[in-house]
């Protein structure tokens, strides 16, 4: 804890209270934190700390007057304009706000003098599949100071499987099952948590998990499915299509290493036909090309002669005399002109080699079309031909989704061997099917049940797992969905990078400031 007008001891964590609830690949994790202030002075607090990424904070509360009081969700601009005017006054504001990276950052005032203040802290967080067929829950515990009262529970709901504890903070905390629900706990005084908490859990591919929640209009749902993945030897079309950037931020690429792995991907295709199109404020056809034995001088020199000049225009390219069945798109993905969209529904593999890029922007294009996003700032000449030689198995989409809406991922994702979806059911129950694959070829389905009676639960609010599923992916093309970002994580009460939750202590404040 950071503290203004003191020494860095001044503050001290005096209890800790941690609770882990995890159904299927959600963990919610409560922390409350009482500090105290053991100098002789009114002080602010300031507490950093980082999140995974993916992970948001859901929860935030902080005492007035004895008793916690739940924060509101607000644009960011204006929770620290309402702190920073009522902090002034001498009261008691709270305001907890995303910062740099994957970072957050709550303000506390005042901490009384040999006095006490207490934060609750919640985040929502989406498990990942790890090693040996299992999903990882991970909790750092290592503090530097001892804590007075520190106590730790963890709930594992409906596990047909055992979790592992790959790692405990004491040698007393065990999990024992009552049922499919495993619960383990502990509560020490004078304690120093040293090390982490770290879970297992086992998963079988044959078994999907569902979670559903009554909506407004019918049921949030999530689901989780575990199918065997492995990936494969991409099969090079013998057509392939180059869009190549050719605006005046082109000076800034490094040419060299894009045509060393165009010539890589010649040289293992041998033989194919490539279309070859020009794109800055306007889109234009610059020929085909047909490579025989590996032979590409011509195309080679061609591409060595482009004369950089103008902006760049995504909007101008389409398919007409341009068709081929992937393409290779070499920019910094910076539109200067119109949306940041390009309109063709095939693969496309996008390829930066600029210091100043729209990562967003490119990752957005190649997941959008079942391509891959290659950078060569972060990986040598031979590291990107091996990412763009092998193909991930993807999930493709739901086959049958007419009686579900709002479903995400919305886009191709890749599959390591877990997968989870969450959207709105509009009738009372259906089977889904979601299908699995690479490129545009469906290799594998599996059928899902959606029944809110059999799956209807309240552990979790699987309402905000769809909302942050859904922010997550509006945030791939920020500048577009700021709004709407901003709309959503308010309505759910999500910290994101446009919105804080902030404490006021009379009413009167939420009143005066229109929160």
Known sequence: VKTTAATETSVSLQKLNIDVQIIGNIATTTMTMTFYNNSSSVLEGELTFPMPDGVSISRYALDINGKMREAVPVEKAKATEVFESIERRRVDPGLLEKVEGNNFRTRIYPLPAKGTRTIIIAYEEELKFGKESALTYNLPLDYNQTIAEFSLKTTVYESLVKP???????????????????????????????????????KRSDMPEVQ???????????????????????????????????????????????????????????????????????????????????????????????????????????????????YLFFTEGLSTFGKNVVALNKPIHTINSSQKAD?????????????????????????????????????????????????????RVNVNGHLSVAGILSQF???????????????????????????????????RVWAQKKIAEMDIQYEQNKQDISDLSKQFGIVTRNTSLIVLENLDDYLRYDI
């Open 164 to 202: 592992e504890l790959v790692q405990q903070p004491d040698g007393s905390f065990n999990l024992d099952n009552k049922g499919n629900t495993y619960v383990a706990e502990m509560k020490k005084t004078n304690y120093q948590p040293q090390k982490a908490l770290s879970i297992n859990l086992p």
């Open 359 to 411: 990562y967003s922007t490119l990752k957005y294009i190649s997941l959008k079309t079942g391509g891959q996003f290659v950078n060569l700032n972060s990986s040598s000449v031979n590291q990107a031909f091996e990412q763009l030689n092998e193909e991930q198995l993807q999930f493709l989409g739901i086959k049958n989704a007419a009686d579900v809406r709002q479903t995400y991922p919305s886009m």
């Open 212 to 326: 559903m929640q009554k909506a407004s209009n019918g049921y949030y749902f999530l689901v989780n499915v575990f199918p065997k993945s492995q990936n494969r030897p991409r099969q090079w079309s013998n057509q392939i299509g180059i869009i190549w950037d050719a605006s005046l931020s082109g000076l800034q690429r490094d040419i060299k290493k894009e045509l060393e792995l165009l010539g890589l991907i010649i040289k293992q295709k041998q033989n194919l036909t490539i279309q070859l199109g020009l794109l800055n404020n306007a889109f234009k056809n610059a020929g085909t090309f047909n490579i025989t034995n590996g032979n590409w001088d011509v195309l080679k020199e061609k591409l060595e002669k482009v004369v950089y000049d103008g902006g760049t225009n995504f909007s101008a390219i389409n398919a007409t005399n341009f068709g081929a069945n992937e």
């Open 429 to 463: 129950s259906t089977n889904i099917i979601l299908q699995f694959g690479y490129g545009n070829t469906v290799v594998s389905e599996q059928t899902v049940r959606l029944d809110p009676n059999a799956q209807g639960l309240t552990t979790i609010d699987v309402s």
